[in-house]
C-alpha cells in the first residue's frame, strides 16, 4: 500500500472509532513569542516534531507538550488548550506548564546531560545527579495526571515520544490498565555495557515495559533494548516474537523506521516561490562557477559538524582546483546552550570554522560561511534546491529526517547526498555516499567523488533514493505503529 494522508486519515477511523487519540512529547509543534505584530508562532526546529505534525493534521486528537514559549500562555484557554495548526485547525494543543527547577533538571539535566550522550557513541560522558531525577520523575508524573484528564474517562491510545518520557508508560498503565500504550524511542539505544552506568537503569527499563509497543528506528536498537532487559532486570524476553514479559503483561518491541511528509516537501520544493528563493541563494555563490554544499543541524556534538569542517580543509589541502570555487554553508539554530558540553562544542565549531578560514580565504571568497540561525521548512527546502550537495556526518543518530528532506527536496532528481554510516538512514539509503565522520580523509575524496559525479550517475542514485523516501513515508511509519496498536485493542 503506498500510504498517504488520506489513507491514513481513514485508516485512523475505523481503528480509533470511541478512542482517546493522544500524543504525548516534550517539545510542541508550535511556540508562541511576541513581535512588533503582537503575539505570533514559530514551529521550533525538531525532526520529532516534523515528523508527528502530519500525523496530528490527518488524524486529530490532542497533542500534550510543554509549554515554552513567552507567550504560550497568553493563547490558550483555561483548560490550557489552543486549536492547531493556527491557520487551519486540525487538532487540540495541550500544554503542561513548568517551573525553572523542573525545566532545568527534567529536560537540561537528566534528559540531555544523562540520557542523551548514554544513548549516543560520541564518546561524551554521561552526567547523573540525584535532584535532575527526581525533577524527571515529577515531570512524567505531571505529563501523566494531562494524559489521564485529556482521556476523560474513556478509552484511548496514547502515543508517547522519546526518551524524556521513560517513566510515563508505566505510570498512565497503573492508573489506566485498559490504555493503549505505544512509545517510540527517537534515539539509539545504548549497548548493555553502555546502559550499565545508568544509576537509574532498573527504573527506566521497567517504566518502559509499561508500553503495549516500543518503538526504535532500527532491529539494531531492539536487539539492544533486548539484551539490556535480559541482562539487568527479573523479565522473560522472547527473542523470536521480540517482545518482553513482565508483572504478567507483554510489551512488544518493534523496529519503525521513521521518515518525512515526502510529498508535501516535495510540493513545496516545486513552487515557484521555492524556485525563485533557490535561484537568488545560488546567485549570491555562482560568482567564479562556485559549487555550493550545505549542512543543516542544530549546534550538537552528535552531529559531526566540527569533522564536517574537517574534511573541507582536508579537501581543499589535497585538491587545490577547487580553492576559491566551492563554499559550504552550515546552517542551523544553537542548542541546549544551557548545558555546558553544549557552550563549549558551538565555540569549538566557531572557533575551527575561523582557523580554516583564515588559512584559505582569499580577497573575496571564504570556504565555510555558518548561520546560527532557524530555518523554516520553506527556506530549508530552497537551500537543499540550491546546493550540489548535502552533508549529514552524524558520528551517531536515530535516523536523521535532514538526509531525507534534502532527497525530498530534489524534485530535479540533481544534488548529491553524503551521508554518515552512523546515520540510521544509511540502512535506507545506499546510494548516498557514504562516509565516516572520523575518517577525514576519506571524508574529503567523498566530497571531491561529489562534485565531479556525471550528471547521469547524480539522476540514476536521487532517483533511487527519492523512490524510497516516497515510498517509506511518515504516513507509512504511522500507520504500521497503529497497526499493532489496533491488535493490542
Request: glycine residues 6%.
Amino acid at each position: 500500500m503506498n500510504w498517504n494522508k488520506e489513507i491514513l486519515k481513514n485508516f485512523v477511523k475505523k481503528i480509533i472509532l470511541d478512542h482517546q487519540f493522544i500524543v504525548v512529547s516534550c517539545r510542541e509543534p508550535y511556540l508562541h513569542a511576541y513581535s512588533n505584530q503582537g503575539v505570533t508562532y514559530i514551529t521550533p526546529a525538531s525532526g520529532m516534531a516534523t515528523a508527528i505534525m502530519p500525523i496530528m493534521t490527518a488524524c486529530g486528537g490532542v497533542w500534550i507538550a510543554h509549554g515554552s514559549g513567552e507567550a504560550d500562555r497568553e493563547v490558550v484557554d483555561e483548560l490550557d488548550h489552543i486549536a492547531v495548526p493556527p491557520e487551519d485547525p486540525k487538532y487540540t494543543l495541550r500544554r503542561v506548564w513548568l517551573s525553572k527547577e523542573e525545566e532545568d533538571g527534567f529536560y537540561y539535566g537528566y534528559a540531555n546531560e544523562g540520557l542523551w550522550p548514554l544513548s549516543h557513541i560520541v564518546y561524551s560522558r554521561p552526567t547523573f545527579r540525584a535532584k535532575d531525577w527526581e525533577m524527571y520523575r515529577r515531570v512524567n508524573e505531571k505529563f501523566c495526571e494531562a494524559v489521564i484528564q485529556e482521556l476523560h474517562g474513556k478509552p484511548g491510545f496514547v502515543f508517547i515520544q522519546d526518551y524524556h518520557f521513560s517513566l510515563l508508560s508505566r505510570l498512565i498503565k497503573n492508573k489506566r490498565p485498559d490504555v493503549v500504550v505505544a512509545q517510540f524511542w527517537h534515539i539509539p539505544w545504548p549497548n548493555r555495557e553502555a546502559f550499565r552506568v545508568c544509576p537509574h537503569g532498573d527504573d527506566i527499563l521497567d517504566g518502559l515495559l509499561g508500553n503495549d509497543i516500543l518503538g526504535f528506528h532500527l532491529r539494531y536498537h531492539c536487539l539492544n533494548f533486548l539484551e539490556t532487559i535480559n541482562h539487568n532486570i527479573e523479565a522473560i524476553v522472547n527473542y523470536e516474537r521480540f517482545s518482553v514479559t513482565r508483572y504478567g503483561r507483554e510489551s512488544l518491541i518493534r523496529a519503525f523506521p521513521i521518515s518525512i511528509d515526502f510529498a508535501a516537501i516535495s510540493e513545496i520544493a516545486s513552487s515557484e516561490e521555492t524556485e525563485k528563493r533557490s535561484a537568488e541563494i545560488r546567485g549570491d555563490f555562482r560568482v567564479r562557477d562556485k559549487w555550493l554544499g550545505v549542512g543543516i543541524d542544530r549546534i550538537d556534538y552528535t552531529k559531526g559538524i566540527i569533522e564536517r569542517f574537517a574534511a573541507i580543509d582536508c579537501f581543499l589541502e589535497k585538491y587545490p582546483a577547487f580553492r576559491g570555487k566551492f563554499v559550504f554553508m552550515q546552517l542551523g539554530p544553537i542548542s541546549r546552550i544551557r548545558i555546558p558540553k553544549y557552550r563549549e562544542y558551538n565555540d569549538a565549531v566557531y572557533r575551527v570554522m575561523v582557523e580554516i578560514n583564515d588559512k584559505w580565504k582569499l580577497k573575496d571568497w571564504q570556504p565555510i560561511i555558518m548561520k546560527k540561525i532557524h530555518l523554516s521548512l520553506g527556506e530549508v527546502v530552497a537551500y537543499f534546491r540550491a546546493a550540489d550537495l548535502c552533508i549529514v556526518s552524524s558520528i551517531h543518530d536515530g535516523m536523521n529526517l535532514v538526509a531525507k528532506e534534502f532527497i525530498a527536496a530534489r524534485v530535479d532528481h540533481d544534488g548529491v547526498l553524503l551521508l554518515s554510516q552512523f546515520a540510521g538512514a544509511a540502512r535506507e539509503l545506499p546510494e548516498a555516499l557514504m562516509i565516516n565522520p572520523l575518517a577525514v580523509d576519506q571524508f574529503a575524496d567523498q566530497i571531491r567523488n561529489a562534485l565531479e559525479m556525471s550528471p547521469e550517475e547524480k539522476t540514476r542514485r536521487m532517483s533511487k533514493m527519492r523512490n524510497s523516501v516516497e515510498r517509506n513515508n511518515v504516513f507509512r511509519w504511522a500507520g504500521h505503529i497503529l497497526k499493532e496498536m489496533k491488535k493490542e485493542r
